[in-house]
């Protein structure tokens, strides 16, 4: 059986939901295909739980901090189970959204693994679906490296539904997922170490601001060893699991969670078969209008190597409907992606880091910090402290890069984001009036330059 359609999406992610919904708004005919839960990794394993999670890692020390304010708390037990569960029957609410929002504008759902037969053609099991574009947007997926007994620890996707909560966990990676987890630990009480084999976390991000991080989350209890990587893994007669380090050593937890990398979820699309062309680490190769070397064939999202982030994929979804369906006039531009990592405390960064503006301009950068003890903190006597960064081009005063290590630095850096997208200079925020008594107005007092590069 042979159906024609305008548009067949492989995929009920971010990416492929917006673009299914937007397609099938313009009239086109619509079919999307998703083989696991609606939504894709943001809604089900990725942001909104972990977001959850981190919520509810963040009371402990909020109960510990009132007493500083004179508040007597009496803190009650932990209960796993309850956070689990309450996040499930959120994110079943959310499935049905998702759901909700394609059925409206006609975008037909089909439940099933979906496969490229040929150019232009789609199967799902024994239904063949003909379509003028085949649009790819799969994701991605954790990924384990080839560890002697690495069938003994989880992934980040597998957190999300463990039986019980540890006493002890070892977190493997150092990039903003293991980063996130081993705080979320940590606040819910389990001894966290974290391990990565480079020589500092947070790769990619401003080295002030790696460095700043893993000073702050050192202090809330997370233990980082860096330059640290397993070797072999067992799992013992007690239940436990012992690592054995690169360097010969041993230690044991009761959870064992490797949060190194993820990889594009490719397979068995028939991509190899059809010729499109791909990246040795397994992203599709597109153009600017998301088009693979094979016409008619289309990708975005995670599964293409842009930044994984859910607002770029839902983003691109709406480019892409625009090139094929609309005007053709949206663009999308990479270059100031705002990013916050939510660990504690959280970082927010937009723009360039010092080390890639000094070497995009050299001699012609300028860079404004401030760092300090938050005011909620000089009665709760915790030991937290903020950092903000400016990256200033000097020979225009334009503002290239903004960060920021402290409580609600995401929040904060959402704005700043739209400052530089409009081409904010310091000049803009020097003469902005802030906002008093916040730790947000920092960025509209800087006035003394830190260092000049």
Same mark, same amino acid.
């Given at each position: 059986m042979s159906e024609q359609y305008d548009l067949v999406v492989i995929g009920a992610g971010s990416g492929g939901v917006r673009a299914s919904r937007?397609?099938?708004a313009t009239g086109a005919k619509v079919a999307v295909i998703e083989n696991m839960y609606m939504g894709g990794t943001?809604?089900?394993?990725?942001?909104?739980?972990?977001?959850?999670?981190?919520?509810?890692?963040?009371?402990?020390?909020?109960?510990?901090?009132?007493?500083?304010?004179?508040?007597?708390?009496?803190?009650?037990?932990?209960?796993?189970?309850?956070?689990?569960?309450?996040?499930?029957?959120?994110?079943?609410?959310?499935? !049905?959204?998702?759901?909700?929002?394609?059925?409206?504008?006609?975008?037909e759902i089909i439940r099933g693994t979906g496969s490229i037969k040929a150019q232009g053609i789609v199967c799902v099991g024994d239904r063949e679906l003909h379509t003028k574009r085949i649009l790819i947007a799969t994701g991605g997926w954790p990924f384990k490296p080839n560890v002697p007994g690495?069938?003994?620890?989880?992934?980040?996707?597998?957190?999300?539904?463990?039986?019980?909560?540890?006493?002890?966990?070892?977190?493997?990676? !150092? %990039?903003?997922?293991?980063?996130?987890?081993?705080?979320?630990?940590? !606040?819910?009480?389990?001894?966290?170490?974290?391990?990565y084999r480079g020589d500092q976390i947070l790769r990619g991000f401003d080295q002030e601001v790696r460095d700043y991080a893993a000073q702050e989350i050192t202090k809330s209890?997370?233990?980082?060893?860096?330059?640290?990587?397993?070797?072999?893994?067992?799992?013992?007669?007690?239940?436990?699991?012992?690592?054995?380090?690169?360097?010969?050593?041993?230690?044991?937890?009761?959870?064992?969670m490797y949060a190194t990398g993820r990889r594009p979820k490719t397979d068995n699309l028939g991509l190899e078969e059809l010729g499109v062309t791909l990246r040795k680490d397994g992203t599709i190769v597109t153009d600017d209008q998301f088009e693979t070397n094979i016409p008619g064939v289309f990708a975005l999202g995670d599964v293409i190597g842009t930044p994984a982030?859910?607002?770029?994929?839902?983003?691109? %979804?709406?480019?892409?409907?625009?090139?094929?369906f609309g005007e053709g006039k949206r663009t999308i531009d990479y270059k100031l992606i705002p990013t916050a990592v939510f660990c504690q405390p959280n970082i927010g960064t937009v723009g360039l880091t010092e080390e890639e503006a000094v070497a995009a301009h050299p001699s012609d950068i300028d860079i404004f910090t401030?760092?300090? &003890?938050?005011?909620?903190?000089?009665?709760?006597?915790?030991?937290?402290?903020?950092?903000? &960064?400016?990256?200033?081009?000097?020979s225009d005063d334009r503002v290239i890069g903004v960060h920021m290590v402290g409580e609600?630095?995401?929040?904060?850096?959402?704005?700043?984001?739209?400052?530089?997208?409009? %081409?904010?200079?310091?000049?803009?925020?020097?003469?902005?009036? !802030?906002?008093?008594?916040?730790?947000?107005?920092?960025?509209?007092?800087?006035?003394?330059?830190?260092?000049?590069?």
């Amino acid at each position: 059986m042979s159906e024609q359609y305008d548009l067949v999406v492989i995929g009920a992610g971010s990416g492929g939901v917006r673009a299914s919904r937007m397609a099938a708004a313009t009239g086109a005919k619509v079919a999307v295909i998703e083989n696991m839960y609606m939504g894709g990794t943001c809604v089900n394993v990725g942001c909104v739980p972990k977001k959850l999670f981190v919520y509810a890692s963040e009371f402990s020390a909020h109960l510990d901090h009132a007493e500083g304010f004179g508040l007597e708390v009496i803190k009650k037990h932990f209960d796993w189970k309850t956070l689990r569960d309450n996040k499930t029957k959120e994110i079943n609410r959310l499935n !049905g959204i998702y759901n909700k929002i394609l059925e409206g504008p006609g975008v037909e759902i089909i439940r099933g693994t979906g496969s490229i037969k040929a150019q232009g053609i789609v199967c799902v099991g024994d239904r063949e679906l003909h379509t003028k574009r085949i649009l790819i947007a799969t994701g991605g997926w954790p990924f384990k490296p080839n560890v002697p007994g690495i069938e003994h620890a989880i992934d980040s996707n597998d957190v999300f539904s463990m039986e019980t909560f540890p006493k002890d966990i070892i977190v493997v990676g !150092g %990039g903003y997922i293991a980063v996130e987890f081993a705080g979320i630990f940590k !606040g819910l009480g389990a001894n966290t170490r974290l391990l990565y084999r480079g020589d500092q976390i947070l790769r990619g991000f401003d080295q002030e601001v790696r460095d700043y991080a893993a000073q702050e989350i050192t202090k809330s209890g997370v233990e980082i060893s860096v330059n640290t990587d397993i070797k072999a893994i067992e799992k013992l007669a007690n239940g436990r699991i012992s690592c054995t380090l690169t360097d010969d050593s041993n230690i044991e937890c009761d959870t064992l969670m490797y949060a190194t990398g993820r990889r594009p979820k490719t397979d068995n699309l028939g991509l190899e078969e059809l010729g499109v062309t791909l990246r040795k680490d397994g992203t599709i190769v597109t153009d600017d209008q998301f088009e693979t070397n094979i016409p008619g064939v289309f990708a975005l999202g995670d599964v293409i190597g842009t930044p994984a982030l859910t607002p770029v994929a839902l983003q691109q %979804g709406m480019v892409f409907v625009d090139q094929q369906f609309g005007e053709g006039k949206r663009t999308i531009d990479y270059k100031l992606i705002p990013t916050a990592v939510f660990c504690q405390p959280n970082i927010g960064t937009v723009g360039l880091t010092e080390e890639e503006a000094v070497a995009a301009h050299p001699s012609d950068i300028d860079i404004f910090t401030s760092e300090f &003890k938050p005011l909620k903190h000089t009665i709760t006597g915790a030991d937290e402290r903020t950092l903000m &960064k400016l990256v200033v081009r000097r020979s225009d005063d334009r503002v290239i890069g903004v960060h920021m290590v402290g409580e609600a630095a995401g929040e904060i850096l959402q704005g700043l984001a739209v400052a530089m997208q409009a %081409g904010a200079t310091k000049a803009h925020l020097d003469s902005t009036i !802030g906002i008093h008594p916040t730790a947000a107005e920092e960025f509209v007092t800087m006035r003394s330059v830190t260092r000049s590069l």
